[in-house]
């Protein structure tokens, strides 16, 4: 299955642009949708929506900040993805939340609310290669694409079932730990994205520690492009709002497109 992400990302790739898919948290204030435009008109390819969570496992202490801002105000994952079916732009969106939650809602029950919604694919973390089976069905009867991680420690063998199996993007794991904005490329991230572009042809983003233009420039030469997440969020945290994070895509749009300028 080859859905609207992976369709478009691929495009994108084909054409000569490095990747660019921002990160925010969904529901952490009134303007987030609003957020999720001004992105997409500064130059996000695709947009990664957090669905909050009280133990987010992945996430360091910005998106942790965000998440219980966001669940403080009372944001549930039927109100996150209610409010990104409002979002009218023209790239397409995933949602990254934890497994609890989704099995609380029921698989099947998650996967339609995303498709109605307009969503196009879904990250789980802490949901196991080996275990992926009955949210796979479910996602797969709706269109939903899966997303799947890989670690700088991911074995072989294990990372070629990853790859085969991820829908949209390979997510490759800069470095071990949470989310969080570091000063510089971990050298084991650059090796991974080598690694996954060996095995498959579906787009390769390198993500965590992708703080800024230098280092999403050094990243997106071993991959086919970035997420970059904390680095929005802590500007959104700051009360810079929809203005502030769309200069700061438009920024790293900029600097992609200097270095790999697109046909």
Partial sequence: MTGSLETHLRA?????????????????????????????????????????FSDPVMDGPVIQQAS??????????????AEASKFDGDVPLAVMTYVNLV????????????????????????????????????????????????????LDDRLAAICARSRGFVYAVSLLGVTGERDALAARGAELAHRCRALTDVPV????????????????EHADGVVVGSA????LLDGGGPDAAAEFVAGLRAALDARWPPA
């Fill in 68 to 81: 219980q801002v966001a669940l403080q105000r009372g944001a549930t994952p039927l109100s996150v993805i």
């Fill in 205 to 220: 983003l390198l993500g965590v520690g992708i703080s800024n233009a230098e280092v999403a420039v050094a990243a997106s």
């Fill in 232 to 235: 929005v969020v802590r500007r």
């Fill in 12 to 52: 994108r790739r084909d054409a000569g642009a490095k990747l660019l898919v921002p990160y925010l948290t969904g529901g952490f204030d009134d303007s987030w949708v609003d957020v999720l435009r001004a992105v997409a008109d500064a130059g996000a390819d695709a947009i990664e929506i957090g669905i909050p």
């Fill in 103 to 154: 099995g609380h809602m029921g698989y099947r029950r998650c996967a339609a609310a995303l498709a109605d919604a307009g969503i196009a694919a879904a990250i789980l973390p802490d949901l196991p290669l080996d275990e992926l089976g009955p949210w796979a069905d479910a996602a797969d009867a709706h269109d939903i694409e899966t997303v799947l991680l890989a670690a700088p420690t991911t």
